[in-house]
C-alpha cells in the first residue's frame, strides 16, 4: 500500500486560486460543503489550505467588511490559522498517517509541489476499518 492508492485526484477535488477573493472562497466552500479548502497559485503548485475559520476570523479583524464587500478582499491577504501540511507522492505511507491524524485531509504533491489531489481521513480510516484483523 503506498500514498497513490489514498490519492482523491485533483480533477475531483475542489480548490481555489491565489487570485481568487474571499467572496470566491466563501461560494465555493457553499457550493463543494467543504470546511477547508486547497489554494494553489497559478502554475498549479500548492500554496496553502483556507478554512471557514480564515475567513471568519478576517471578517472580525476587518472594520466595516461586509457580505456585498468580501470580493475586494484577495484570498492572499486572509490568514491561515493552520499549516495544512502537504505530503509528497513518494513519501513514506506512515508520514502521511502522521499529518492525517491532524487534518481532516492531506494535500499531495508530486517533486515539484505540483498539486496531485487530497488523501481524505475518512478513506484512510474506511480502509484501516475494512482490513483490521484480530
Not at 47 to 53: A, D, H, K, V
Not at 68 to 93: N, Q, S
Not at 97 to 109: E, G, H, I, R, S
Amino acid at each position: 500500500m503506498d500514498i497513490q492508492s489514498f490519492l482523491y485526484p485533483k480533477n475531483e477535488v475542489a480548490y481555489l486560486t491565489t487570485s481568487s477573493t474571499m467572496k470566491d472562497a466563501l461560494d465555493k466552500l457553499e457550493a463543494c460543503q467543504y470546511t477547508a479548502i486547497p489554494i494553489l497559485d497559478a502554475n498549479g503548485l500548492y500554496f496553502g489550505t483556507l478554512s471557514e475559520g480564515d475567513l471568519l476570523w478576517k471578517m472580525k479583524a476587518t472594520p466595516g467588511l461586509t457580505f456585498e464587500t468580501m470580493h475586494e478582499i484577495p484570498l492572499v491577504a486572509i490568514k491561515k490559522r493552520m499549516k495544512i501540511e502537504c505530503v509528497a507522492i513518494g513519501a513514506d505511507l506512515d508520514h502521511m498517517l502522521t499529518l492525517a491524524a491532524d487534518q481532516n485531509f492531506v494535500p499531495v504533491v508530486d517533486d515539484n509541489r505540483v498539486f496531485l489531489g487530497i488523501i481524505r481521513r475518512k478513506d484512510i480510516i474506511e480502509y484501516y476499518t475494512r482490513n483490521i484483523t484480530d
